[in-house]
């Protein structure tokens, strides 16, 4: 029997234009956008997605791809992702499970085959929730953890992620702080020891209607006098329409 499609609505599109380092001669750098549309296949809703990416092919869409639930009841909800990347000739296909608060999720492309294998829950402890996302990255024969809390009400955000490495016993992490200030701004700092590396970006929602700016700074810290000179600005624009 074939499926009827039917376009339901358009959903919200976005693009964003990006800049070279700020501090020698801003010029563009990239520009990036998607359309999104919501389907019917017969009874099923999915979501179609393209996306554009200059610098990954500037000629076409670097990818498409459709999302939906294939199954959404009240003890469990599997959803899928299914992506094609133009650029690369790849297609990607991620599968998540939600039952009762944990969220398992499996990655496979053509490339790399099964890419990885995640869970996703919340864990009280105390008054505090936190939320946990251990992952195994397959290809890369890496154990990953992600663990996240929210702070005072809310406003604040401590974030970590520890990778191991099983083939050459190498260990790596990142720790992350964000603060919301409120009315559309916030900022994030991510501090990586392994590259001696900091990264900072400021968001503001309210310097121009309808529109996302992010400032984002990215500097070296290790040891050397010329960090300010190494240190590299860029800005960012986003809206939807």
């Not at 990954?56 to 639930?69: C, H, P, Q, T």
């Not at 992702?81 to 599968?95: E, G, R, Y």
């Not at 490495?165 to 701004?185: C, L, M, Q, V």
Request: glycine share 8%; no cysteine; aromatic share 8%.
């Amino acid at each position: 029997m074939a499926l009827a499609v039917a376009a339901l609505s358009a959903l919200a599109n976005s693009a964003e234009i990006s800049s070279t380092d700020l501090r020698h001669g801003a010029a563009f750098d990239n520009i990036k956008a998607t359309w999104n549309q919501a389907l019917k296949f017969g009874k099923r809703e999915t979501n179609l997605k393209a996306g554009y990416d200059y610098s990954a092919n500037r000629d076409f869409l670097k990818e498409v791809s459709l999302s939906g639930d294939m199954m959404d009841g009240d003890d469990m909800r599997v959803s899928y992702d299914v992506s094609h990347d133009f650029a690369a000739s790849n297609t990607n296909v991620k599968l998540t499970a939600n039952a009762k608060g944990t969220k398992l999720g499996a990655e496979y492309d053509r490339a790399e085959g099964l890419k990885e294998v995640s869970l996703d829950r919340d864990v009280d402890i105390g008054d505090q929730s936190l939320n946990v996302q251990p992952s195994w990255l397959v290809a890369a024969h890496t154990a990953r953890i992600k663990l996240m809390s929210k702070l005072g009400g809310g406003k604040d955000q401590l974030s970590a992620q520890f990778d191991y490495d099983t083939s050459d016993k190498a260990a790596s992490y990142e720790i992350g702080y964000g603060h919301d200030f409120g009315e559309g701004r916030d900022v994030s700092a991510t501090v990586k020891p392994n590259k001696h590396e900091l990264e900072v970006d400021y968001v503001d929602n309210k310097f121009e209607s309808g529109a996302t700016w992010t400032a984002s700074a990215s500097m070296p810290y290790d040891g050397d006098s010329k960090m300010l000179d190494a240190t590299k600005l860029t800005l960012k624009r986003s809206w939807k329409w």
